[in-house]
């Protein structure tokens, strides 16, 4: 869900930039963050409360740098897309909700910088883009964006990005169950 702009006395720039958030500027601007700061953002389109693991635990100060990279990142991804609604399926994980959902020992999730797309997601971005024509083309497009991070797909379909600050690539898609 974007976030609504701020009110007309805010400063032009921090409202231009809101609405550029795939821009280096964008991320750059200090009256930006302290604008999403002060109203609950990460990035304009994503919240904390969207990002917090599913049994309710927000992400740990310690960690919301990384969240926060990960977020300008998907910024980008979804504007390569063409500006598709995107949602978290897979946010950030406690150790314990990481060992209750199966993931992987030292997921990323647990380090706040992955996301996870479930397939229908990824085939209602394909659908409703004209940039997309297929989940091949959404793979460019994470591969480009998360060049210096992760990009795969689970045996469930779900599409995986991280941005873990090394390149790690895991692509074949499968059917979703």
């Not at 209750?100 to 085939?123: K, L, N, Y």
């Amino acid at each position: 869900m974007p976030c609504p702009l701020p009110a007309k006395g805010t400063k032009p720039t921090v409202r231009r930039l809101l609405q550029r958030p795939w821009t280096a500027a964008a991320r750059a601007h200090p009256g930006v963050r302290n604008w999403l700061d002060a109203h609950g953002y990460i990035t304009p389109h994503f919240t904390w409360a969207s990002y917090a693991c599913q049994d309710g635990t927000e992400v740990p100060r310690a960690l919301m740098a990384n969240a926060i990279r990960l977020h300008w990142d998907l910024e980008r991804f979804r504007h390569r897309m063409g500006d598709v609604p995107m949602t978290v399926d897979g946010p950030y994980r406690t150790v314990a909700r990481n060992r209750a959902v199966g993931g992987a020992e030292g997921s990323r999730h647990t380090h706040a910088d992955a996301a996870d797309f479930f397939v229908t997601q990824v085939d209602a971005w394909v659908a409703a883009s004209p940039k997309l024509s297929s989940r091949a083309d959404v793979i460019a497009a994470a591969d480009a964006v998360f060049s210096s991070g992760g990009v795969g797909n689970e045996t469930s379909g779900t599409l995986h990005v991280d941005s873990r600050g090394y390149r790690s690539r895991f692509t074949t898609w499968v059917r979703a169950k």
